[in-house]
C-alpha cells in the first residue's frame, strides 16, 4: 500500500504545472508560461495603466526551438491569428512571429521579457498598487474641481463608498486573500483601476437630474430606468461582479405617489420579488430604494439577493439610447 502510494505522489508531482513568470520593463508587460508536459498556456498582461486587466492569452507546445503558440479562440476552427514562436533561456524569453509572412498583425506580445523572481513580482505589484492608488487620489482631486455641486456630491459619498466596495470586490470576484503573494496585490490594483477609470469620467453636464436614463457604477452594476405615462417608475437593475456567479437581476414598477422630490434631490422606494421567487404568490421581500441627484444615482437593497451580487452603490447617469430605425 506504501509503494502504490509513492508512485501515486510520484505521478501527480510529474504532472504539475511549472508557472514561470516573466515582466518587460519598458514596455510595461508581463508574461506568464505554465507548462504541463509539452502544453503550454502563454498569458500576456499589459501594464501600460497601473492595475490594467488587458491581456491577451494564447496556448501551444515545446518544441526543439522553444515555444510555438498561437491565440487561444473561444471554438475549435476560429481562426487563431499568426502563429509565435518564442526562445527560451535561464534569464528570458523573446517572442517572434514564426513566418517572415504573418497573415495577421502582431498583438502587442512580440519582444524580450526578463524572467522574475516571486520577491521581484511582490515588489513590482505592491508598486502598481501604490500607482494605481495616486491615479484615484487624482481622479477624486478633478471631479471635485468640476462640474456643478450636485455632481461633486458624488464625490465625496464615493470616497466614503470606496473602502466597502473595495472589500466587497476582493472579497466575492478577486481571490486570493494572502497579502503576501503578488496576486492578491495586482487584484488590488485592478479593483482601484475600476475605481479610477469611473471617478476619471465626468456627468454629461446636459443632464436634468430627472429619473430617465441608464446608470453604471463602474464595477459591472447597472440600472436602466424609464418614466411611464402614469408617472411609475419601471427599474431594471443588475450586475455581474467578476463573473456570472456572482450576478444577479431584478426589476419593478415603483408607483408616482412612491416618487418624492425636495429641491434637486428625488427619492423612490419600491418592493420586489427575489429572482429565485418571481412567482405571482411569493412575497415581495426586498425592498429597493433610490435617490437621484446632480448626475449619480444611489441604490440601496434591503436583503440583498444574493450576497456576493450586491446591488448597492453609487452609480453615473448617461442618456437613453437613441432608437436606431
Given at each position: 500500500m506504501r509503494t502504490i502510494l509513492i508512485l501515486l505522489l510520484a505521478s501527480l508531482s510529474l504532472h504539475a504545472a511549472e508557472v514561470v513568470h516573466y515582466h518587460d520593463e519598458v514596455g510595461r508587460r508581463f508574461l506568464t508560461l505554465t507548462t504541463n508536459g509539452k502544453r503550454v498556456e502563454v498569458r500576456v498582461r499589459f501594464a501600460y495603466d497601473p492595475g490594467s486587466m488587458g491581456v491577451w492569452d494564447g496556448n501551444g507546445e515545446k518544441r526543439d526551438i522553444g515555444l510555438v503558440f498561437a491565440a487561444t479562440v473561444p471554438e475549435e476552427g476560429m481562426d487563431r491569428g499568426p502563429f509565435f514562436a518564442a526562445k527560451l533561456s535561464d534569464t528570458k524569453v523573446v517572442i517572434d512571429f514564426r513566418s517572415e509572412k504573418p497573415d495577421q498583425p502582431d498583438p502587442g506580445i512580440r519582444g524580450e521579457f526578463r524572467k522574475i523572481s516571486e520577491e521581484k513580482r511582490l515588489q513590482l505589484a505592491k508598486k502598481e498598487f501604490k500607482a494605481a492608488e495616486d491615479r484615484l487620489d487624482l481622479a477624486w482631486k478633478n471631479a471635485s474641481r468640476e462640474g456643478s455641486p450636485a455632481d461633486k456630491a458624488i464625490v465625496s459619498d464615493w470616497k466614503s463608498w470606496w473602502p466597502k466596495l473595495r472589500e466587497s470586490w476582493l472579497k466575492v470576484a478577486a481571490q486570493p486573500a494572502d497579502d503576501k503573494t503578488a496576486d492578491h496585490w495586482l487584484k488590488k490594483s485592478q479593483a482601484t483601476?475600476?475605481?479610477?477609470?469611473?471617478?476619471?469620467?465626468?456627468?454629461?453636464?446636459?443632464?436634468?437630474?430627472g429619473?430617465?436614463?441608464?446608470?453604471?457604477?463602474?464595477?459591472?452594476?447597472?440600472?436602466?430606468?424609464?418614466?411611464?405615462k402614469d408617472g411609475r417608475l419601471r427599474v431594471t437593475m443588475n450586475c455581474t461582479r467578476g463573473s456570472e456567479a456572482q450576478g444577479t437581476d431584478l426589476s419593478l414598477d415603483i408607483?408616482?405617489?412612491?416618487?418624492?422630490?425636495?429641491?434637486?434631490?428625488?427619492?423612490?422606494?419600491?418592493?420586489?420579488?427575489?429572482?429565485?421567487?418571481?412567482?405571482?404568490?411569493?412575497?415581495?421581500?426586498?425592498?429597493?430604494?433610490?435617490?437621484?441627484?446632480?448626475?449619480g444615482l444611489w441604490v440601496e437593497v434591503i436583503r440583498q439577493p444574493n450576497a456576493s451580487a450586491w446591488l448597492d452603490g453609487i452609480y453615473r447617469w448617461y442618456p437613453v439610447p437613441e432608437a436606431v430605425e
Open positions: 483601476m475600476l475605481a479610477y477609470a469611473f471617478n476619471e469620467q465626468r456627468v454629461d453636464p446636459k443632464h436634468s437630474g429619473w430617465d436614463g441608464e446608470y453604471d457604477d463602474g464595477f459591472g452594476g447597472h440600472v436602466s430606468i424609464r418614466v411611464a408607483p408616482a405617489d412612491a416618487l418624492k422630490q425636495e429641491g434637486s434631490e428625488r427619492t423612490a422606494s419600491g418592493f420586489t420579488r427575489p429572482p429565485a421567487m418571481e412567482t405571482p404568490d411569493a412575497p415581495k421581500s426586498l425592498r429597493v430604494m433610490l435617490r437621484r441627484k446632480g448626475g
